[in-house]
Structures are given as structure tokens and as C-alpha cells.
Nanobody, 119 residues
């Protein structure tokens, strides 16, 4: 199983970034996908989640209206479009895949990509 994030970097406040996560090694279209983030000294927090077929999404209150999660099941990819970035959005962003199959919970993590928001 592999989840490989990309697209992080340095951006000025008010700018945009698009994170990507390439998945392999598991039935991607059967898993809900999430983006989490963790800032220094803080707990990892859920940013956005999308259902397995992409119909349902949910966002942390702090990013609603600014971030958009999407997925391409044909390419085994999940994305996070981040607009109007704020300094408090700076963190390591992690891709997560989850599913419950026959009572067993499956959960996979990527290695993270750094997002820095600074002028």
C-alpha cells in the first residue's frame, strides 16, 4: 500500500495550492479518503473527507468555503484544492485512506507534504 502526497510548498497568505495524493496497492474506489494536517506542537486534525464514490464531502469548520476535496477513481488520486490560504493553515498535510470491511477497519497514511504560508 502506498499513499504519496505532492503539491506542498511555500505560498503567500491569500494564495492557493493544490495537493495531490497518488494511491496504490488497495481497492481505492472502495475507500473513503481524507486529508489531515498537523502543525508543530498541535494534534493531527481532520481537514476534509470524501466518500468512496465522491458523492459526499465534509470539511473542518476552519477550511469550509476555502478548501475543496475531490477524487479521481480512474486514476487512484485524491486532491485538496486550497484557496485563500492563511498562516494558520501551515502544517504537514497527510493523505489518509480508510474502510471497514467485514468488521475490520483498514487505515493507511501517506508520508505528508509540507505547506508553509508566509509572506
Amino acid at each position: 500500500v502506498q499513499l504519496v502526497e505532492s503539491g506542498g510548498g511555500l505560498v503567500q497568505p491569500g494564495g492557493s495550492l493544490r495537493l495531490s495524493c497518488a494511491a496504490s496497492g488497495f481497492p481505492f474506489s472502495s475507500y473513503y479518503m481524507s486529508w489531515y494536517r498537523q502543525a508543530p506542537g498541535k494534534e493531527r486534525e481532520l481537514v476534509a473527507v470524501i466518500s468512496s464514490v465522491g458523492v459526499r464531502t465534509n470539511y473542518a469548520d476552519s477550511v469550509k468555503g476555502r478548501f475543496t476535496i475531490s477524487r479521481d477513481n480512474a486514476k487512484n488520486m485524491v486532491f485538496l484544492q486550497m484557496n485563500s490560504l492563511k498562516p494558520e493553515d501551515a502544517a504537514v498535510y497527510y493523505c489518509n485512506a480508510g474502510a471497514v470491511v467485514a468488521g475490520w477497519e483498514y487505515n493507511y497514511w501517506g508520508q505528508g507534504t509540507q505547506v508553509t504560508v508566509s509572506s
